[in-house]
């Protein structure tokens, strides 16, 4: 992709920097609140969508650093399936998206869009 100017980069660190500020206070404010955890048999649903809540925030905080990553190895704005340069006001938007806004919308039809895929038992990172 043609390089981004400093500016633009400059942008989008400081996006990534809030992102991951407001995923890390989302994360502890889960961990921190009492009560959800060892709640027994009769709050299995609770403790499901807790530790989803827990994952997801940091699925996010995970999100984040690779796009940091990639933002410092040069590949950041690139899509992943096609190749093509991801459009900088999507960038604004979604700043830890892999997809250009034809891929996404593929894949959306594809998808349910914006849902959870289901849990795997491979690959459980956390
Ligand atoms: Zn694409």
């Known amino acids: 992709m043609k390089p981004m100017i400093k500016t633009q980069k400059a942008r989008l660190y400081a996006l990534l920097d809030s992102e991951e500020e407001i995923a890390r206070a989302a994360l502890k404010r889960a961990l921190d609140t009492p009560g959800n955890r060892r709640s027994g048999a009769a709050h299995d649903s ?3 969508d807790y530790v989803a809540q827990v994952a997801s925030y ?4 995970e999100r984040i650093a690779q796009a940091r990553s990639r933002l410092s190895a040069r590949t950041y704005g690139v899509c992943s399936e096609c190749h093509s340069d991801i459009k900088f006001g999507r960038l604004l938007a979604y700043p830890t998206t892999l997809w250009c806004d034809k ?3 593929m894949f959306d039809q ?8 289901p849990a795997r038992d491979h690959g459980t990172r956390m």
């Not at 940091?58 to 905080?61: H, Q, S």
């Not at 594809?110 to 895929?117: G, K, S, Y």
């Open 46 to 48: 609770n403790e499901r």
């Open 58 to 61: 940091a699925l996010e905080i």
């Open 103 to 105: 891929c996404q919308s």
């Open 110 to 117: 594809l998808h349910e869009p914006r849902q959870h895929q």
